[in-house]
């Protein structure tokens, strides 16, 4: 049986728990279920007020269950969705969950996105006491992330133009942003990355329960249709820096696809939260400028992958961060603090 087909039955089951409003609404309409994503890292389908989703193959199980028990947690209640509890068997080797439906971001209505009730969200996930969750958690995957975005970008568009300019500025990262287990403080780190890494360790909190994944298409309302925003998909979510949960929107305003008032209000909502990623007054940049750079690497190695994939030209968009990244590899040490102008 296909993932899907599979997902689709779960989906069905996770609907008819006890307590799922009855008369079933999708069944009421004799509605077949309908697939949300059909990728290797992560399949979702919908059935009337709940969703399954198989997670990506080789996900760890027991960082995944730590990550369950957290989004199951009271202390999560209003800022992240919580799971259902239905015991689903994995299909193909990958870890099956259900969830209730929620609402996600119109993207036909960007004027609309959440993005000041995501800081907020960010800023609580970011302040609730890690000692009094359920563990051990996992590490945040953020780096993680990074290097295998810039992995694929290797395997798939690695003799491009535009990969050498991306893997410079993945160069320019110091090592713990690169997912290197050893000291960054070795005796083969640059001084630019002494450097970053310095200002890295001193300016930012530790220890932080983070998303690891932001972008709006984690909010959803619930009760759908109008129901608070809440956090979904914790597949990234786990200790670190909480500057990388602002990685994403730092990176789209430096490279000029976020507008300033936009990066002003999400920035100016979570500190008036009390997030404790960046200072209440004063310069954020110290404290987002090395996950920033980050995700510009992320992000413009998988836009050059997956146009390549696609046998296209890379779009505006695409080309927009691998300037960013042009523009990292050409900072001076000197400034590589300071903010965008």
């Not at 509605?31 to 399954?52: C, F, I, P, T």
Request: with cysteine; aromatic share 4%; proline share 12%.
């Amino acid at each position: 049986m296909s993932v899907v087909n599979e997902l689709a039955r779960t989906a069905r089951s996770a609907a008819h728990l006890p307590g799922a409003r009855r008369p079933c609404p999708a069944c009421r309409r004799d509605e077949n279920e309908s697939v949300l994503a059909d990728r290797d890292d992560g399949a979702v389908v919908r059935h009337g007020e709940a969703v399954a989703k198989a997670h990506a193959p080789g996900t760890d199980p027991n960082g995944h269950r730590a990550r369950l028990a957290v989004a199951s947690d009271p202390l999560l209640a209003g800022i992240l969705l919580p799971p259902l509890p239905l015991d689903a068997p994995d299909v193909h080797g990958r870890p099956v969950t259900a969830w209730p439906y929620g609402a996600p971001v119109d993207p036909e209505d960007p004027d609309a996105a959440p993005w000041e009730e995501a800081a907020v969200l960010l800023a609580r996930l970011h302040r609730v006491d890690v000692a009094a969750l359920p563990g051990p958690l996992p590490p945040m995957r953020g780096p993680a992330k990074v290097a295998r975005a810039l992995a694929r970008m290797e395997s798939v568009a690695g003799e491009h133009p535009a990969a050498a300019v991306v893997r410079r500025a993945w160069d320019r990262l110091p090592a713990r942003a690169r997912d290197v287990t050893a000291s960054p403080r070795q005796e083969t780190a640059s001084p630019l990355e002494e450097i970053a890494s310095s200002r890295e360790d001193t300016a930012t909190p530790r220890d932080a329960l983070c998303h690891g994944d932001l972008h709006l298409g984690q909010l959803v309302r619930h009760p759908a249709p109008s129901g608070p925003w809440l956090l979904i998909d914790v597949d990234d979510l786990g200790v670190g820096d909480p500057a990388w949960d602002l990685a994403r929107p730092a990176a789209w305003y430096a490279a000029g696809l976020l507008a300033p008032q936009i990066w002003q209000r999400f920035l100016g909502a979570y500190i008036a939260e009390q997030g404790p990623a960046v200072p209440v007054d004063g310069d954020p940049w110290p404290q987002l400028d090395v996950p920033a750079r980050a995700l510009t690497v992320q992000t413009a190695a998988l836009s050059l992958a997956r146009a390549v994939a696609e046998k296209r030209e890379t779009d505006e968009v695409d080309q927009m961060m691998i300037d960013a990244c042009a523009r990292i590899v050409d900072l001076p040490p000197e400034l590589e603090f300071e903010p965008p102008s």
